[in-house]
């Protein structure tokens, strides 16, 4: 009697199994290696930072947060912005609130940030969030923000053509893409990753562009996705507040 019971309890058993398998084998488990956040223009403020209203260079994360309290908001992410120099100031460009704080970087040099093509990532006045290969920048008095890094992880739904499946160029790495309903997506790696791999996970997220934006020095401040990096030494900074 025991075992008959048993037996017509295998189907249901068997039945659940599979449902089960087929909703975890759906799954998104890219935040095992990385922290990311969706910011929409619409209803959010996506803003670079790099000095405060002293003239002071902001720095952390953590004082980001404070600079942006006293201003009545509250930080719902951020992350650094871009490459510096050994002074914090920009390498490439960077556009703060309309004001040019350093013109285009169209060199070429040794580095990641000069690995074409490198690109721009900029907001324009209305909210629209773009990013582009430097080559295709157009200066505009419509553009508030801007800062330019490099090398583009994926440029027209294509992958860079210098990155290697495999590579052994491992780092912690972050970026910015934007997802096709123009919502833009911040990203950092939780581990040390290569470039082929970090690109992938914007192309897979469905960005038709992303641009890196710094290696090892990077952090990130999510929390809502319990991840509260709130140090870091910074030139350029990017803060998502609500609007």
Not at 69 to 78: A, E, H, Y
Not at 99 to 113: C, D, E, V
Not at 117 to 134: E, L, M, Q, S
Not at 152 to 160: E, F, P, S
Request: with cysteine.
């Amino acid at each position: 009697m025991k075992f008959l019971k048993q037996y017509k309890l295998l189907p249901i058993i068997l039945l659940i199994s599979v449902i089960l398998y087929s909703f975890t084998s759906g799954l998104d488990h890219s935040n095992d290696k990385f922290i990311s956040y969706t910011a929409n223009p619409e209803t959010e403020n996506i803003i670079l930072y790099y000095k405060d209203n002293s003239g002071k260079r902001i720095g952390t994360l953590g004082n980001l947060k404070t600079h942006i309290s006293k201003k009545g908001k509250k930080l719902l992410f951020g992350m650094n912005g871009g490459m510096f120099q050994e002074d914090f100031s920009p390498v490439g460009l960077y556009i703060e609130n309309g004001k040019t704080i350093r013109k285009l970087n169209t060199r070429n040099a040794g580095g990641n940030f000069y690995m074409k093509p490198n690109g721009v990532f900029y907001i324009t006045k209305n909210g629209k969030a773009t990013v582009c290969k430097t080559e295709d920048f157009r200066p505009s008095p419509t553009v508030q923000y801007a800062t330019q890094s490099g090398p583009m992880l994926v440029i027209k739904g294509t992958l860079h053509p210098d990155f290697k499946e495999g590579s052994t160029n491992l780092n912690i790495r972050n970026g910015v893409g934007i997802l096709p309903d123009g919502k833009v997506l911040f990203a950092m790696s939780k581990t040390e990753v290569n470039f082929y791999e970090f690109a992938k996970f914007f192309k897979d997220k469905g960005c038709k562009n992303a641009l890196y934006l710094d290696g090892f020095v990077s952090r990130a401040y999510a929390p809502s996705e319990n991840w509260q990096q709130i140090d870091g030494n910074f030139g350029m900074m990017i803060g998502v507040s609500e609007k």
